[in-house]
């Protein structure tokens, strides 16, 4: 029986390519399993099964785990003793440790054709999963190439070969894209994950990388460095925005990724399901990649607002629908490539717009300055679009007005500073008309974060306090209904002893 140890160890490792310590592992499990079903209670037991790597003889040994003599941490007495109990097991027993006990050995005979086999089959499956692991754990984030094994409501299954299986979910699959088994398909590695059942290799062909990845499949020059492919949108299957840029000035990036007669993105495209890709060359003026960005639709005019990272942009009244595209398709694969948020609109509602904001603007240097409208005017034509400018930019930008004099540039200046500084001083009378008072502050067993919480709806005040009800307390995160009741009760004391 040693010997057939030994044997099935031998056959098992060559036919699944597993190593020979994981079968023993396995085997030890088994053996260990059987030995314990022989005895009474022996399911609560702790049992281990050494088998000699070299020989095939195993010995079987009872174990414990040894808990001080205090400890009332143990809930199994048939694997675990206290230390004096361990300690006539095994004189040199510690705390922490095991002590051992040989016992009689199972028959590997009586098991090969149940247990053992059980498990072994179950040790193998879960070294081959952990060696897919490995193997691809390094190669996320890169194309993975395979054949299609079945396909469910759920997504497709990809056979990668050597045991590996690729899950393309149906989320990540490719709109109305037609794939049936044994069709070659290319997918993007998104994530390796270790789980005991199901796919761990999750791939997908909607993301934005998997273009990347086949451009640089497709084109050496990306695939060598000399042209970058800094960012890209899609809509799948349908349309897509990739910008990129040459490392070379010899080298037009966007000729290249095209191919002769369009070969090289015609690849890419049939790859994807027939999705139109746009390439679009990148600057780094964000205007500028903006406007490339919209193609093929045409530019007339852009407004940047770098505060709220936006730009508008003005087409001509004609070509409206091309720049949004079907769907708002074009302004929001722009939006995506470019990271703006885009707004498009006609030249004649973006010069409205633009009349409108400098309208407003005008009125409100008006105001807030006490200046006439000449004045605001010539403000907001000179770029100004905030008091703070005016207060704070260097007075020789000002002085270079040549409407303004040292002495309107002067007082135009001081009258900003005011402004902010009223403005300052009507925030911090706010904000202490939000604190909580000091007589709520002191409440006995009021927290300074459960009175800023009171503050903010109002309840400022141990009169205030004293006026709730617990249910109107009861929308403040960690306040429970006892501690709200005890102290509305304390606010309301005051009130007791007055009408005694």
């Given at each position: 029986?040693?010997?057939?140890?030994?044997?099935?160890?031998?056959?098992?490792?060559?036919?699944?390519?597993?190593?020979?310590?994981v079968?023993?592992?396995?085997?030890?499990?088994?053996l260990?399993?059987?030995?314990?079903?022989?005895?009474?209670?022996?399911?609560?037991?702790?049992?281990?099964?050494?088998?000699?790597r070299?020989t095939?003889?195993?010995?079987?040994y009872?174990?414990?785990?040894?808990?001080?003599?205090?400890?009332?941490e143990?809930?199994n007495?048939?694997?675990?003793?206290?230390?004096?109990d361990?300690?006539?097991v095994?004189?040199e027993?510690?705390?922490?440790?095991?002590?051992?006990?040989?016992m009689?050995?199972?028959?590997f005979?009586?098991?090969?054709a149940?247990?053992?086999?059980q498990?072994?089959?179950?040790?193998?499956?879960?070294?081959?999963?952990a060696?897919?692991?490995?193997?691809?754990?390094?190669?996320?984030?890169?194309?993975?190439?395979?054949?299609?094994?079945?396909?469910?409501?759920?997504?497709?299954?990809?056979?990668?070969?050597?045991?590996?299986?690729?899950?393309?979910?149906?989320s990540?699959?490719?709109?109305?894209?037609?794939?049936?088994?044994?069709?070659?398909?290319?997918?993007?590695?998104r994530?390796?994950?270790?789980?005991?059942?199901?796919?761990?290799?999750?791939?997908?062909?909607?993301?934005?990388?998997?273009l990347?990845?086949?451009?640089?499949?497709?084109?050496?020059e990306?695939?060598?460095?000399?042209?970058?492919?800094?960012?890209?949108?899609?809509?799948?299957?349908?349309?897509?925005?990739?910008?990129?840029?040459?490392?070379?000035?010899?080298?037009?990036?966007?000729?290249?990724?095209v191919?002769?007669?369009?070969?090289?993105?015609?690849?890419?495209?049939?790859?994807?399901?027939?999705?139109?890709?746009?390439?679009?060359?990148?600057?780094?003026?964000?205007?500028?990649?903006?406007?490339n960005?919209?193609?093929?639709?045409?530019?007339?005019?852009?407004?940047?607002?770098?505060?709220?990272?936006?730009?508008?942009?003005?087409?001509?009244?004609?070509?409206?629908?091309?720049?949004?595209?079907?769907?708002?398709?074009?302004?929001?694969?722009?939006?995506?490539?470019?990271?703006?948020?885009?707004?498009?609109?006609?030249?004649?509602?973006?010069?409205?717009?633009?009349?409108?904001?400098?309208?407003?603007?005008?009125?409100?240097?008006?105001?807030?300055?006490?200046?006439?409208?000449?004045?605001?005017?010539?403000?907001?034509?000179?770029?100004?679009?905030t008091?703070?400018?005016?207060?704070?930019?260097?007075?020789?930008?000002?002085?270079?007005?040549?409407?303004?004099?040292e002495?309107?540039?002067?007082?135009?200046?001081?009258?900003?500073?005011?402004?902010?500084?009223?403005?300052?001083?009507?925030?911090?009378?706010?904000?202490?008309?939000?604190m909580?008072?000091?007589?709520l502050?002191?409440?006995?067993?009021?927290?300074?974060?459960?009175?800023?919480?009171?503050?903010?709806?109002g309840i400022?005040?141990?009169?205030?306090?004293?006026?709730?009800?617990v249910?109107?307390?009861?929308?403040?995160?960690?306040?429970?209904?006892?501690?709200?009741?005890?102290?509305?009760?304390?606010?309301?004391?005051?009130?007791?002893?007055s009408?005694?």
């Amino acid at each position: 029986m040693n010997k057939e140890i030994l044997m099935v160890v031998e056959a098992v490792s060559n036919e699944k390519g597993v190593d020979k310590e994981v079968i023993f592992e396995a085997l030890e499990a088994a053996l260990a399993s059987a030995a314990r079903k022989k005895e009474k209670n022996g399911e609560l037991w702790d049992v281990r099964v050494a088998i000699n790597r070299k020989t095939g003889d195993y010995d079987t040994y009872r174990r414990w785990k040894v808990f001080a003599d205090d400890s009332r941490e143990i809930e199994n007495p048939e694997a675990e003793l206290r230390l004096e109990d361990a300690l006539e097991v095994d004189k040199e027993a510690v705390v922490g440790g095991c002590v051992e006990q040989p016992m009689e050995s199972a028959a590997f005979g009586r098991i090969a054709a149940q247990q053992a086999k059980q498990v072994i089959v179950q040790k193998v499956r879960e070294a081959e999963r952990a060696q897919v692991v490995e193997q691809y754990k390094d190669r996320v984030g890169q194309l993975i190439s395979g054949v299609v094994k079945r396909i469910d409501r759920n997504g497709i299954y990809i056979d990668l070969g050597g045991n590996a299986e690729g899950f393309v979910a149906r989320s990540d699959m490719i709109p109305r894209e037609q794939l049936k088994p044994q069709d070659r398909v290319k997918a993007f590695l998104r994530e390796v994950r270790s789980e005991p059942r199901g796919p761990q290799l999750f791939m997908t062909r909607t993301a934005p990388e998997f273009l990347i990845e086949l451009f640089k499949l497709e084109v050496p020059e990306v695939g060598q460095g000399l042209i970058n492919i800094l960012g890209a949108a899609r809509d799948p299957g349908v349309r897509a925005k990739i910008a990129v840029r040459s490392n070379d000035p010899r080298i037009d990036p966007v000729g290249a990724c095209v191919g002769m007669r369009g070969s090289r993105v015609q690849a890419v495209s049939n790859e994807i399901a027939g999705e139109r890709v746009d390439i679009i060359p990148y600057t780094d003026n964000a205007a500028q990649f903006v406007i490339n960005a919209m193609s093929p639709a045409e530019v007339q005019s852009i407004v940047v607002d770098e505060d709220s990272h936006s730009m508008d942009i003005a087409v001509a009244e004609d070509k409206l629908s091309q720049a949004i595209g079907r769907g708002g398709q074009n302004i929001r694969l722009a939006s995506q490539l470019t990271g703006w948020e885009l707004n498009v609109m006609t030249a004649s509602d973006a010069e409205a717009k633009s009349e409108s904001e400098a309208r407003a603007l005008i009125e409100q240097f008006q105001k807030q300055l006490d200046v006439d409208e000449n004045v605001a005017t010539i403000l907001v034509q000179e770029g100004f679009s905030t008091i703070e400018e005016v207060a704070y930019v260097p007075a020789a930008e000002l002085a270079s007005i040549e409407e303004f004099d040292e002495d309107i540039v002067r007082e135009l200046r001081t009258r900003a500073r005011d402004v902010l500084l009223t403005q300052a001083i009507a925030s911090e009378e706010t904000l202490d008309q939000q604190m909580p008072a000091e007589d709520l502050l002191t409440l006995e067993g009021m927290k300074p974060d459960l009175a800023l919480a009171l503050a903010t709806r109002g309840i400022r005040t141990r009169d205030d306090l004293a006026d709730q009800a617990v249910d109107d307390l009861m929308d403040i995160q960690g306040l429970t209904p006892e501690e709200a009741g005890a102290l509305i009760m304390k606010a309301r004391a005051p009130l007791f002893e007055s009408q005694r």
